[in-house]
C-alpha cells in the first residue's frame, strides 16, 4: 500500500476526512474487483499526493463505519471535501477516470 494511504477506523475516521479532499476506498479482503482496484487507487494517490488524501476501509473490519455510509457493494469509494461527502463511484474505473473524479473536487 502506497506510504500516503492511510488504513481508517472509528478513532481516525472523522479527523482524515475533516480538511481538503478526501478519497476513501471501502473494500474487503476478499473482494476480486477491490483488489484489482487497489494498485489503481495507489497510482492516483501517489500522482495526487500534494493535492488529496487517502484512506482505505476494511467493511469487514469496520461494520460501522461502512453502515453510516451506506455502503452496500464494494468496492466503493467515496469522495470528501471539508468533512462532507460530494460524490461516491461503485465499482472498478481505470487510473484516468478515478484521478478526473478526485480532480474535480479539486477546483
Known amino acids: ?3 500516503n494511504i492511510k ?3 472509528e478513532s481516525n475516521f472523522s479527523k482524515e476526512i475533516e480538511s481538503g479532499v478526501t478519497l476513501i476506498d471501502f473494500f474487503a479482503e476478499w473482494c476480486g ?3 484489482m482496484l487497489a494498485p489503481v487507487v495507489e497510482e492516483v494517490a501517489t500522482s495526487l499526493k500534494d493535492k488529496a488524501s487517502f484512506g482505505k476501509v476494511d467493511i469487514d473490519k469496520q461494520v460501522k463505519l461502512a ?3 451506506q455502503v452496500t457493494s464494494i468496492p466503493t469509494l467515496v469522495l470528501f471535501k471539508e468533512g462532507k461527502e460530494v ?3 461503485v465499482g472498478l474505473r481505470d487510473e484516468k477516470a478515478l484521478k478526473e473524479f478526485v480532480e474535480k473536487a479539486l477546483k
Open 67 to 69: 453502515t453510516e455510509y
Open 1 to 3: 500500500m502506497a506510504k
Open 87 to 89: 460524490d461516491r463511484i
Open 7 to 9: 488504513m481508517l477506523d
Open 33 to 35: 474487483p477491490c483488489r
